[in-house]
């Protein structure tokens, strides 16, 4: 029986880290479970180790999709996880951001460190300046993302970003509540940076 095709790209950010907490790697398995049940394709980084091996293992064993963007240098090193089929080899760290971003129909930030704050925060400022325009949705496992949110009202706080402007994201805490919010997305209007 041929599976239809997947209603989207879920682009999920997350950790290459292996020495994290267990409760990390059982959320970044259900998300990918998940996006599985729900019919989305999950891109992600193409690593094999910490949340993007979990989410991967998850999506796969659920009989999901996944597609890994993954640099050169990073497969060289062999970091590319050997279950994924679908793999996409880019040049650098620059074209896999931007490649992922042009497969994205929605992305969900999972718990993660400089790497994974950095793609966050750059969909973001792509986000609020119109270059992109699909929902973002922070997944904020044990709470993990709390400073995050806290220095972000900090900035519209003390006028670095417009009250508007927090609706660039949504919180959700379990995998379950991301998906519900992947599943009820809806359009929301937030002011010019300018």
């Known amino acids: 029986m041929k599976r239809e095709a ?9 950790a290459s880290s292996a020495n994290i907490d ?26 094999a180790v910490g949340l993007m091996g979990a989410v ?5 064993d659920a009989g999901g999709d996944v597609t890994g963007v993954i640099p050169k240098f990073m497969v060289d090193n062999g970091w ?7 793999v996409i080899v880019t040049a650098d760290m620059h074209q896999r951001k ?14 993660g460190g ?4 950095e793609e966050l925060l750059e969909t973001l400022t792509w986000r609020q300046l119109g270059l992109v ?9 044990m709470g993990y993302y709390d400073n995050l949110l806290h220095m972000l009202q900090h900035a519209i706080d003390q006028g670095f970003m417009k009250p508007s402007h927090s609706q ?12 519900n919010l992947l599943e009820n997305n809806q359009a929301v209007e937030f002011e010019s940076k300018y």
């Open 22 to 47: 267990s409760c990390y790697l059982q959320a970044a398995r259900q998300l990918g479970q998940l996006l599985a049940q729900g019919n989305w394709r999950c891109v992600n980084g193409g690593g």
């Open 80 to 86: 590319c996880y050997h279950r994924l089929v679908d």
């Open 56 to 60: 991967t293992d998850g999506a796969l």
């Open 6 to 14: 997947a209603r989207g790209n879920v682009c999920v950010f997350c």
């Open 133 to 141: 325009k699909v929902p973002v949705i922070i997944l904020n496992t």
């Open 114 to 117: 400089v790497g994974t704050l």
């Open 168 to 179: 660039l994201w949504r919180v959700a805490s379990t995998p379950q509540e991301a998906i």
């Open 98 to 111: 931007q490649t992922m971003s042009d497969m994205a129909d929605a992305v969900i930030a999972m718990p």
